[in-house]
């Protein structure tokens, strides 16, 4: 890792490393934007024949292999997991349910003045896709994370999609397929086509109303660039964490920052810090930690730095203007000054792979600074809000005249001619 100091000789050289690393997210999606699209466009003429074309170079599916995962593939996947990894997989399962259930938004209705009724219903979506990750590892918990939070959302039609699915990602689907009330799909195809696949529809994966989940820099840049014809969750590419400390220990900080950065090669490591002797004892032991785990050794060499501020406030100030998706700080009086970011660990005692597995908590988190407007994958991104309203003859006699000002002012009199006629 880097270090580089944000004040005195170092001060210019900081700067420029923190002003790439608020690029992140458009300057890497731009990389792959001319790919990305090429799929997308052979996807949308081709259907079924462009995503299988894709699937065999790229997510190694047999030439006659079918794109969807059988029911009794799930099973035997469930029926040849250890009763450890079934065990943490139902735990994962119900504490994602269980906060899923405490976010779920509530219908309400009020009255602000008598005859006058307002307020919300809530809603399902008809049909998300969640794309789980498998190129470089099974991401069971993926599976666990977008697939939960839809079905205590209500929505029917839930569609999954991974490429090269392994057995424990198969095991997982079997699980929360058995809590679906409606339907529950899954296709062994990921990357782009995938994107496609479920933004477009073919002949085989009917079209899915918004696509959520985790994927690399192509899945990333495919839904920013379907997201004017479905819905997508947000930009959730390579892993980033930033880690804000002024007395955690080196040892457990420099292991996160390893876990992390062993995601991707485009994975973003970070420890801000007022201390300079805490950001030389977390680099060294990140170098040993992370030796011999080449992807975490790339990634740490790429985009891995430890930047010492002057003052503590600098570094807070530092830590919200970057973002980031995984944020540790010491202490829960810590989480006053925190602004901008995905999900916030709190302490020594509280490794980030724990939220990545099991709290409850989503672990579908935005990157590239989009943690400056949302934070992760909740159930809310699953429903509708749509207000409702209604007037009885008195309260428009009321309220109505309000409305008639508002509208002439600006113009419109068929809007106020709308509530006149109504009022006699």
């Known amino acids: 890792m880097k270090i580089l100091h944000t ?28 790919t990305v699209r090429t799929i997308l466009a052979e996807v949308r003429q081709g259907g079924d024949e462009g995503v299988r074309e894709y699937a065999v170079r790229f997510d190694g599916l047999g030439v006659e292999q079918p794109l969807r995962v059988t029911a009794e593939e799930m099973q035997a996947a469930w029926d040849a997991t250890g009763d450890e990894l079934r065990a943490a997989m139902r735990l ?16 309400f209705s ?6 006058m009724e307002v307020g919300q219903i809530v809603r399902p979506l008809g049909s998300v896709g969640c794309y789980v990750p498998g190129g470089r590892y099974p991401l069971p918990s993926t ?6 939070p839809a079905q205590v959302a209500g929505v029917p039609r839930i569609v999954v999609c991974s490429p090269k699915p392994a057995r424990e990602t198969m095991a997982a689907a079997w699980l929360v397929s058995q809590e679906s009330a409606g339907s529950f799909e899954m296709y062994r195809i990921g990357g782009a086509q995938a994107v496609a696949a479920m933004a477009f529809g073919t002949e085989t994966v009917a079209a899915v109303d918004k696509i959520v989940g985790p994927g690399n820099l192509y899945v990333t840049a495919a839904k920013i660039a379907v997201s004017h014809e479905c819905g997508i969750d947000m930009p959730a590419g390579p892993t980033e964490i930033v880690v804000t400390s002024e007395h955690g220990d080196p040892v457990g900080i420099a292991a996160d920052l ?17 201390r300079r002797e805490l950001a030389e004892q977390v680099a060294s032991e990140v170098a040993r930690q992370a030796k011999g785990n080449a992807l975490a050794e790339q990634s740490l060499a790429a985009q891995g730095f430890c930047f010492v501020t002057e003052t503590v406030a600098d570094a807070q100030e530092l830590t919200n203007r970057l973002a980031p998706e995984h944020l540790t700080v010491d202490s829960g ?21 724990m939220g990545d597995y099991i709290s409850g908590p ?34 428009l006699r009321e309220v109505g005249p309000h409305t008639i000002a508002l509208a002439e002012a600006e113009g419109l009199v068929g809007h106020a001619e709308s509530v006149r006629v109504r009022m006699r």
């Open 143 to 148: 599976l666990l994370m977008t697939v939960t």
């Open 7 to 34: 004040y005195s000789e170092q001060a210019k050289s900081a700067e420029a490393a923190i002003r790439s690393l608020e690029l992140r997210g458009s300057v890497n999606t731009a990389r792959v934007d001319a």
């Open 362 to 395: 989503n672990h579908v988190l935005p990157t590239g600074r989009n943690g400056r407007v949302r934070g992760g994958l909740s159930v809310m991104d699953f429903v509708k809000v749509i207000t409702v309203q209604q007037y009885t003859r008195e309260a």
């Open 92 to 107: 994962a399962q119900a504490n994602i349910h269980a906060f899923a259930e405490k976010q779920l938004p509530r219908a």
């Open 110 to 115: 009020f009255r602000p003045v008598a005859g």
């Open 258 to 274: 390893v876990a992390q950065a062993e995601h991707d090669p485009e994975a973003l490591a970070v420890l801000i810090t007022s």
């Open 333 to 353: 009086a810590d989480v006053r000054w925190v602004q901008n970011a995905g999900s916030v660990f709190i302490g020594h005692h509280t490794p980030q792979s």
